[in-house]
């Protein structure tokens, strides 16, 4: 049996979301991605039970990073002004540092083909429900549905990022994202959820 060397574990995984930003699910296959690593498809089979299973660790991987890169400096009890900034910020810092995780994250989420295993999800879950009702709690915003909370929340944050990585606004010019027009919606975006 052959040794798992973990750097080319990683190769693998870091081609494989590469391909799969680029060409979606569909142009991700063992040939091509053993072809971009310079190895052969046997190999990839060392470390991943089969497809599926390099598809699920991919978002397992990516996930555990997001969670604990947004979730950094985090309390679900702290103020909520200075809380939500907080998660603009991690998760801008996050998308700059992962732009294809980001990426490949959305592409899995919105698959319906893929399973989408749990992963730190419940302490993320539960840091952002006790972080909302507290503020909700202590009169810092209003009750909203969770849906609607979310859409002004971070909709705004999402829109941007994406404006920026395409570096398209919506009228088709380059686009980048800047601390001042973000820190900007922001504060647009906070006046929405107290009134």
């Known amino acids: 049996m052959r040794v798992k060397d973990e750097q080319k574990a990683a190769l693998i995984r870091e081609k494989a979301i590469e391909m799969i930003v680029r060409e979606g699910f569909d142009g991700l296959s063992m040939h091509k991605l053993a072809k971009a690593v310079d190895i052969s498809v046997s190999t990839i089979y060392i470390y991943f039970k089969n497809r599926e299973d390099l598809l699920n660790q991919l978002y397992i991987d990516v996930m555990t990073v997001f969670v604990r890169e947004t979730l950094l400096n985090f309390d679900p009890d702290m103020d909520f002004e200075a809380g939500l900034w907080l998660q603009w910020s991690n998760r801008y810092r996050y998308i700059r540092q ?11 989420r919105n698959s319906p083909l893929i399973l989408h ?57 380059p686009f980048k994202l800047s601390e001042a027009l973000l820190k900007q919606t922001f504060e647009r975006t906070i006046i929405a959820l107290k009134k």
Do not use: C
């Open 117 to 173: 295993p749990a992963v730190g999800k419940d302490d993320f879950k539960q840091a952002m429900v006790k972080f909302n009702a507290n503020a909700v709690r202590r009169q810092q915003i209003v009750e909203l549905p969770t849906e609607v909370y979310w859409a002004l929340a971070y909709g705004p944050f999402y829109t941007l990022v994406n404006f920026h990585l395409h570096n398209s606004s919506i009228a088709g010019k």
């Open 98 to 108: 992962y732009p294809l995780h980001y990426q490949f994250t959305e592409q899995f």
